[in-house]
Antibody, heavy 117, light 111 residues
Framework: QVQLQESGPGLVKPSETLSLTCTVS????????WSWIRQPPGKGLEWIGY???????KYNPSLESRVTISIDTSKNQFSLKLSSGTAADTAVYYC???????????WGQGTMVTVSS | QSALTQPPSASGSPGQSVTISCTGT?????????VSWYQQHPGKAPKLMIY???KRPSGVPDRFSGSKSDNTASLTVSGLQAEDEADYYC???????????FGGGTKLTVL
């Protein structure tokens, strides 16, 4: 079955760009939509954006000016870049697959990213 | 502030039923039959429990059920068990501009 695994630096300096990659295994990335979701410590979930296999993307309006999601079908990976990081971006970042509308049925284990000097 | 409103906490004794609400607007919950519910245990990724208001993915016990009335969706957990103690989040499709919004989460305690 399809599995997702996030990877990337766990510490980012303020004003720098947060970069994460999600590797899809057990299936092809070229058949679905793929999303990033984050969860600040002790808080709720926030949808960041999605990309489809053709590279079409959609972002949360509150983050749109700082977010880029890209896809590499040759590596079965999709990536997140969030620029101008601040402490408010400190969170566990999940990659997830939306299906049946915005129902996220498959999630990665999550990776903690701290924005701090 | 989350787009969808959930009570911060809920509780019930083993064997009892508990219902968690998720209130939005006509632009999200009330406008589409795309409400989902997630269960999250501490330190774990969320798990999809309900999609399209009331459908259960394979493997989710039928003790979990969902419904919707106007701008409020509900998750009911019947026959509470100790392992049901977790945080529960709702989300809804919110149109082509916002795509999806989440609730703030409800901590369910099994007494």
């Amino acid at each position: 079955q399809v599995q997702l695994q996030e990877s990337g630096p766990g510490l980012v300096k303020p004003s720098e760009t947060l970069s994460l990659t999600c590797t899809v295994s057990g299936g092809s990335i070229s058949t679905d939509y793929w999303s990033w979701i984050r969860q600040p410590p002790g808080k709720g979930l926030e949808w960041i954006g999605y990309i489809d296999y053709s590279g079409n993307s959609k972002y949360n309006p509150s983050l749109e000016s700082r977010v880029t999601i890209s896809i590499d079908t040759s590596k079965n990976q999709f990536s997140l870049k969030l620029s101008s990081g601040t402490a408010a971006d400190t969170a566990v970042y999940y990659c997830a697959r939306p299906s049946m509308g915005p129902a996220f049925d498959i999630w990665g284990q999550g990776t903690m990213v701290t924005v701090s000097s | 502030q989350s787009a969808l409103t959930q009570p911060p906490s809920a509780s019930g004794s083993p064997g009892q039923s508990v219902t968690i609400s998720c209130t939005g607007t006509s632009s999200d919950v009330g406008g589409y039959n795309y409400v989902s519910w997630y269960q999250q245990h501490p330190g774990k990724a969320p798990k999809l429990m309900i999609y399209e208001v009331s459908k259960r993915p394979s493997g989710v016990p039928d003790r979990f059920s969902g419904s919707k009335s106007d701008n409020t969706a509900s998750l009911t957990v019947s026959g509470l068990q100790a392992e049901d103690e977790a945080d529960y989040y709702c989300n809804s499709y919110a149109g082509s501009n916002n795509y999806v919004v989440f609730g703030g989460g409800t901590k369910l305690t099994v007494l």
